[in-house]
């Protein structure tokens, strides 16, 4: 009789850890016990020179309405995060990859965001709130983004976030929301640092 007990005490546990860790409701709302979202999250994948196939080739707009695409991140390591605003694990993991993309700007890495589902005023306005630096293609009503990823980045699976090598090739994958943000950093500093 005592596993129940336990059960319930590791999950007030978790649900007391989740709350101090942020002051975003549905960020709360998403560590909270019967609630749903599509993710899979913990499932990480990391891929071998040789088995990373062609380099992406993608294009599209920004938040701002800046053209962006492959050809900007030549020779970086690239951080691409799919997402919107009312997804909360996207909102949860937010402040994590705001702190690594200042923490890695300039020093061989460039991070990307690919919103699927919001307009630039709502992707703006989620950038301020969690101080996030770097643009995000707006690909909801277009889709190519996305369409460019298709294989690497399930469509059901949101937050996604892909680390592509210096080449343009993905090299390795987080489905779901990064829990451990210093396995992102770990992931990024090896990519950096591998010559190709």
Not at 122 to 148: H, N, Q
Not at 162 to 185: M, S, Y
Request: charge should be negative; hydrophobic fraction near 45%.
């Amino acid at each position: 009789m005592r596993f129940p007990i336990a059960t319930g005490a590791i999950a007030l546990v978790i649900a007391v850890a989740l709350s101090g860790c942020t002051a975003d409701p549905l960020a709360e709302e998403y560590g909270s016990s019967g609630t749903t979202y599509e993710t899979a999250d913990g499932a990480f994948s990391e891929f071998a020179p040789a088995d990373r196939g062609e380099p992406v080739v993608f294009e599209g707009t920004t938040d701002t309405g800046m053209t962006v695409s492959n050809d900007d991140f030549v020779g970086d390591v690239l951080v691409v995060n799919f997402w919107y605003a009312q997804c909360a694990p996207c909102r949860a993991e937010a402040p994590d990859l705001a702190e690594l993309s200042m923490k890695h700007q300039g020093k061989g890495a460039s991070f990307l965001g690919i919103n699927i589902y919001d307009q630039p005023e709502e992707a703006l306005a989620f950038a301020r709130k969690f101080k996030v630096s770097y643009p995000s293609i707006m690909d909801a009503d277009a889709g190519t983004a996305r369409l460019a990823f298709a294989g690497h980045a399930p469509p059901s699976a949101v937050p996604t976030t892909l680390v592509l090598d210096k080449e343009g090739r993905v090299a390795a994958r987080f489905l779901g929301q990064i829990t451990a943000a210093a396995n992102l950093d770990t992931v990024i500093r090896e990519l950096v640092a591998e010559e190709l």
